[in-house]
C-alpha cells in the first residue's frame, strides 16, 4: 500500500490542525508544502476545488482507485481513528466526542468569521478594530472558564477539540500581540504556550522546500 498524501500550506489554520492531528495520531504520510498561487495538478485533479488540506490515501488491494479528504476535521477524524495512542477521542467516554464536535463547531463556523474581520480591521486600520475583538471575546472568555477547572478545553485529558482550535487561537494572539499578552485570559495565554513550545509544534511548522515533484520526498508523522 502507499502513503496517503497530505497537500498543505504552511501557515493555513486548516491545514495546521491537519498536520497536528497526523502527527498525534503518529501516522506516517508524504507531505507536499504547495503554494496557492502555483497549485500544482496532482493536487488539482485529486480535488478539483483547489484548496488544502487534501489528503489522498494511497492505494491498495481493495481500492481500484485512490480515495481523497478534503475538510480538515475529517482528516484530524479519519487520522484518529486509523490510531490514537493519546486518546485524543476519549473512547471510554461516549459523550466526550459529540461534545467536542459541538466545541469545534463553534468555532469554525462563528467564531473564525469574527476572527477574519478581526484580522482585517487591524490590518487596513479601521475603527471597527474594538468592536471585533469585542465580538471574539465570549469565545475566549468561555474557553477560560473551562481551563479554569481542568487543563484542557473538554477534560483533564487533551483532546481533538484542542489541537483543532489551536490554530485560531494562535491566529488571534497574534493581531494585537501586546493587547493579548495582558488581557484577562492567563489560562488561554498557558494552554497556547504549552503548544507553541512543544517538540510537535516545531515539527509540524517545520518549513520545507515547496512541493514541485522533483525534490527528495518529505515525510510526516516520524521522528
Known amino acids: 500500500m502507499t502513503l496517503p498524501i497530505l497537500y498543505s500550506l504552511r501557515n493555513c489554520p486548516y491545514a495546521m490542525r491537519a498536520r497536528i492531528a497526523i502527527y498525534k495520531a503518529e501516522q506516517k504520510i508524504i507531505l507536499r508544502d504547495i503554494v496557492l498561487s502555483n497549485k500544482p495538478q496532482a493536487m488539482l485533479t485529486a480535488s478539483p476545488k483547489g ?4 489528503l489522498v490515501l494511497g492505494l491498495d488491494s481493495t481500492l481500484s482507485q485512490s480515495s481523497v479528504i478534503e475538510e480538515s476535521l475529517e482528516i484530524m477524524l479519519w487520522s484518529l481513528q486509523q490510531s490514537d495512542p493519546h486518546n485524543l477521542l476519549h473512547s471510554g467516554d461516549t459523550n466526550a466526542l459529540p461534545q467536542m464536535l459541538t466545541l469545534i463547531a463553534q468555532f469554525d463556523h462563528q467564531f473564525k468569521t469574527k476572527l477574519e474581520q478581526y484580522k482585517c480591521a487591524k490590518r487596513y486600520r479601521e475603527d471597527t478594530l474594538i468592536e471585533y475583538r469585542e465580538a471574539c471575546q465570549p469565545y475566549l472568555q468561555d474557553l ?4 479554569s477547572h481542568q487543563p484542557f478545553f473538554i477534560s483533564a485529558q487533551e483532546s481533538l477539540a484542542d489541537i483543532a482550535i489551536l490554530p ?10 501586546q493587547w493579548y499578552l495582558q488581557a484577562p485570559y492567563p489560562k488561554v495565554r498557558q494552554w497556547l504556550n504549552h503548544y507553541l513550545q512543544s517538540k510537535m509544534f516545531s515539527k509540524i511548522m517545520t518549513k520545507h ?6 525534490q527528495e520526498v518529505v515525510y510526516l508523522g516520524e521522528d
Do not use: D, K, M, Y
Not at 144 to 147: G, I, K
Not at 168 to 177: N, S
Not at 209 to 214: A, E, F, N, Y
Open 51 to 54: 484548496t488544502v488540506p487534501v
Open 168 to 177: 485560531f487561537i494562535r491566529q488571534f494572539a497574534r493581531v494585537e500581540r
Open 209 to 214: 522546500p515547496l512541493w514541485s515533484g522533483t
Open 144 to 147: 477560560e472558564q473551562r481551563l
